[in-house]
Structures are given as C-alpha cells and as structure tokens.
C-alpha cells in the first residue's frame, strides 16, 4: 500500500483492507515498544496511546494489514472505537486505524461506525468486511447517489451486495462519473453493462494513467477509447493487437492499421 492510498483515486482503485500483505514494510520496522497501555485503560490513556502509535508511524510510506501497528492499535477495545475513528483522515497511517477498527468493532458500535461514514468513508471497509451493509444502506445509497469524487472501492462492493436494482442503477450512474478500473470488474462481475454512448462518456472522465480500462470501454463501444488507445499504440511505436483490428472490420496488416483507422473512424459505429 502506497502512501498516498488514502487518496481519493487510489482508495477507489485497491481494496482497503484485502490488499496482498507483505512483511517487509516500512510500518513492519517500526519501533512501538516505546507504548504501552493499561488492561483497562480510561479514555485519556486509550487517547495518549493511539496517539504514540500514530506518531511512531509518522512517515512510513509502505503500509501492510500484518504491520504490529493494527494489533497494537486493536489493544484499545471496542469500547474505544470512537478513539480509533477520530483521527482518521489523509494521513497513511489512517490505514492501521481502520484495520484496527475491522478487529474490534462489534453490535456495540455498529450504529457509531455508520454514522461517520459521510465524514470518514474509508471505514465503509469496516461495514463491508462485517457484513453490516443492510443497516448501512441509507449512507450507502446517499454516498453513491452523491458521489463528488471516487469512494473507496469496498463502498461499491458494498453497495452492490444490497442487490435489486436501485442498487445496480445507482452504481452504474456513479461509476460513468468516476470510473475507474477495479470499479469496472465490479461492473463486469455484477453484470452491470453500458451503452456505446454510456462508454464515451466513461472515456471522458478517465484518470489519464488510467490505460487498464481504456481498451475494456473500446471493446464495449466507446469510439473515443479506440481512438486513445491506436494513438497510444502508434505514440509507443507497437502494432494494436489483433483484438482490436477484429472490432473494426479491418482486415490488413497491423502495421497500416493507424492510418487505416485515421482514414475510417468517423465511419465506425
């Protein structure tokens, strides 16, 4: 997990908490043996130490569901998973807090949990992991139905496990104004499909790094991703791949494909 996971693009493209975990991070190296915290500890002490472990972390720019972080930060209970909740924010480190939060929250704070969901929707991994979707719906649906920017990809995930097809045409209204590519194999394994039109228009709001999705949209319609991607092809100096020669029709050499392509776009349908 990168550092900047906890921002808005790369949250949306990785899977909060099931990210493949490595023991050789950098929060892994951390030194915590300097906090420690009682077996019943009051709020100020649960506070002061969250808040060491926090800042021992402060930096560390690889980031790992193994790292001793998230058991440290779990030692504070359920009791404070309020403590845990609010200094979530941009900083990495939010990552450990809600991987904790995954560990400790139970029926006691379920409805705590929802209710910052607005304010703080990275712990939508924590509703998705607890299978807690049914009683979060109304956020959930206000969260997609609202979406200014990209939500955490477990927001999808969660979402579309309400099944029916509000769900569905919820997601799919959300996702052609911020797309992205682990959010289009949610679309592709929930069936979720778009029209050519639809498909241009998810084109126009595309990260421009974002390349995995561009050829999926040309395959499923999109002109304006085709065009992209036998730019991008000729920029590289590589041929397209046959996938791509077979949607248009052409039947030549893919060598004379870009110019063949230039000539005819405006005819594709």
């Known amino acids: 997990i990168s550092v900047g996971m906890l ?10 908490l099931s990210a493949c975990a ?6 892994s190296h951390v030194n915590l043996s300097n906090a420690s915290i009682p077996d019943k500890p009051s709020k100020a002490q649960a506070k002061a130490y ?26 504070v209970g359920s009791e404070n998973a309020d403590l845990l909740i609010a200094p979530i924010g941009k900083d990495p480190s939010s990552f450990y807090l809600v991987c904790a939060l995954t560990k400790v929250a139970d029926a006691s704070n379920k ?4 209710s910052a969901l607005p304010q ?5 991994s924590v509703v998705y992991i607890k299978e807690w979707e049914k009683d979060a719906a109304p956020a959930l649906f206000a969260g997609v139905r609202e979406a200014k920017t990209w939500l955490p990809i477990d927001w999808v995930r ?8 509000d769900a569905k045409a919820l997601v799919k209204a959300y996702f052609v104004k911020h797309p992205y590519s682990k959010g289009y194999e949610l679309m592709e394994d929930n069936k979720i499909e778009f029209s050519p ?15 995995a999705i561009d050829i999926k949209l040309a395959k499923a319609g999109s002109k304006k991703a ?28 893919a060598a004379s494909f870009p110019a063949w392509f230039e000539a005819n776009k405006d005819k594709l349908v």
């Open 111 to 114: 409805a705590l949990i929802i």
């Open 226 to 253: 085709l065009e992209h991607q036998v730019a991008a092809f000729k920029k590289a100096g590589k041929d397209c791949p046959a996938s791509f020669l077979k949607i248009t029709g052409y039947k030549g050499s």
């Open 50 to 75: 969250i808040d060491k472990i926090l800042a021992d972390s402060k930096g560390v720019k690889t980031h790992s569901p193994d790292d001793p972080q998230v058991n440290a930060l779990a030692k």
């Open 22 to 27: 490595s023991s050789d991070t950098e929060g």
């Open 197 to 211: 039109a639809a498909s241009d228009e998810i084109f126009s709001h595309l990260a421009p790094n974002d390349h």
């Open 158 to 165: 969660a979402t579309l496990k309400l099944k029916g097809s």
């Open 120 to 124: 703080k929707p990275t712990i939508v």
């Open 7 to 16: 921002s808005a693009a790369t949250v949306a493209g990785a899977l909060f």
